[in-house]
């Protein structure tokens, strides 16, 4: 706890950084297209909500591909949403995380009710409405995410980020809900919240579980009174030694409040998913002088490394089709290895043989490693699936079909 003077100003600079938050931000009308709103009329709430659902690139391109969820909180802030926006597309692809699909949740009539857990002495005089945090956590789960799961191609895996009071949000889940999240970030949260207690018990009860997360919590220096409490919440769940929760702690010495969410995401998103990560898979250690056979070694490491990732998960043990296929061009394009990029993008058709894109693909590394016949083969695949399942590339696949068909009949008609 704290004392005198010194108290009251930290908590008065929370106060005014929560109320900094809550203010509404600026509107989102210029870039509304990089999302699709969502209403709920929400039973836990007795009020309708908003979402935003921000797709990853290349969704619409893979219709067999699945996507874990990152439930983002204060979406009304048009910044942090926007950035939150690029930086999980600029993560995925570079394979720092998987693609995502984000769903933003803009903040309701009571900012304060929704995103608290129940308040005590001061902190519930300051704050008469405060305590709706589990009524939130249910709503998100019982109607958010059913209506998501319902309309977009989802995992199971899901993550939860929150800023401020949304980060106490998300470790009150991680601490009375273990295992709900995937994964929690919480990005400067408010656990100065009913004199300090929230930062010791949350840490004691994440500390205790044996349920598996992984959890990411930062401060700035420049936000006193939860830099302070967010340390002794780390040092204290650091201090369990639970292995069953994958912990870590971010200081920025440069960063204010309003600072924070912008890396700690980042940050955060990359701690989250480091186990499935496919920029640290072997094959991305390869050099441009790695012969055949080291490449072959580095895609077996790769699966391996992959599935023991995914495990941890509970997802799907193989490679995604576009990481796999990313690989095969950067082994054609990159690595000059055609021969070796074929192998790829077979097995990628192995993985995946309902998906017109890898047929499209297996061509592209058949005509490189000059097998024009085989191409032509594996196009009517990609025409004959993508007709059948609605795939994108279809027309693409068409065109080169019709190209290679027409070229072959005119070479034919020329031989003597």
Avoid: C
Avoid at 58 to 80: E, F, H, K, R
């Amino acid at each position: 706890m704290f004392n005198g003077m010194r108290s009251h100003a930290l908590k008065l600079a929370s106060l005014l950084a929560l109320l900094l938050v809550a203010l509404p931000a600026e509107a989102q009308d210029s870039t509304a297209t990089l999302w699709t709103k969502h209403s709920i009329k929400s039973d836990k709430l007795r009020e309708e909500r908003d979402l935003y659902v921000a797709l990853p690139n290349g969704y619409a391109s893979a219709p067999l591909q699945s996507y874990a969820v990152l439930i983002l909180l204060d979406a009304n802030d048009a910044a942090q949403f926007n950035a939150a926006i690029g930086n999980m597309r600029f993560l995925a692809n570079n394979g720092a995380i998987p693609g995502l699909i984000l769903v933003g949740i803009p903040n309701g009539k009571d900012r304060m009710r929704d995103l608290t857990p129940p308040a005590t002495g001061k902190t519930a005089k300051d704050f008469p409405t405060a305590g709706g945090a589990d009524a939130f956590a249910d709503f998100i789960r019982s109607e958010v995410l059913p209506l998501v799961r319902a309309n977009y191609r989802t995992r199971p895996t899901t993550v939860l980020a929150g800023h401020s009071a949304g980060g106490l949000t998300a470790l009150h889940v991680a601490a009375n809900r273990p295992g709900e999240y995937a994964g929690i970030i919480a990005m400067s949260p408010s656990l100065w919240w009913n004199d300090s207690t929230a930062a010791l018990q949350y840490a004691d009860a994440i500390g205790r579980s044996r349920v598996r997360q992984r959890i990411f919590a930062t401060s700035g220096r420049f936000e006193e009174a939860i830099d302070i409490t967010t340390k002794r919440f780390a040092a204290r769940l650091e201090s369990h030694a639970n292995t069953a929760v994958a912990f870590s702690y971010r200081h920025y010495p440069e960063d204010t409040h309003g600072l924070t969410p912008q890396p700690s995401l980042v940050d955060g998103l990359r701690f989250v998913f480091a186990p499935i990560a496919t920029s640290k898979l072997a094959i991305y250690r390869l050099t441009p002088s790695s012969d055949s056979a080291a490449l072959a070694r580095a895609i077996v490491e790769s699966e391996i490394e992959y599935a023991r990732g995914a495990r941890l998960f509970g997802e799907p043990e193989k490679l995604p089709e576009p990481e796999l296929n990313q690989m095969g061009y950067n082994v054609l394009q990159g690595l000059k290895l055609p021969r070796s990029a074929v192998s790829i993008f077979r097995r990628n058709a192995e993985l995946y043989p309902e998906s017109a894109n890898v047929y499209d693909s297996l061509a592209d590394g058949l005509l490189a490693a000059g097998d024009t016949v085989a191409a032509i083969s594996e196009l009517r695949k990609a025409v004959q699936i993508g007709t059948r399942t609605g795939d994108p590339v279809t027309p693409v696949s068409r065109d080169k079909l019709s190209a290679l068909e027409k070229a072959a009949a005119q070479a034919s008609k020329a031989k003597p």
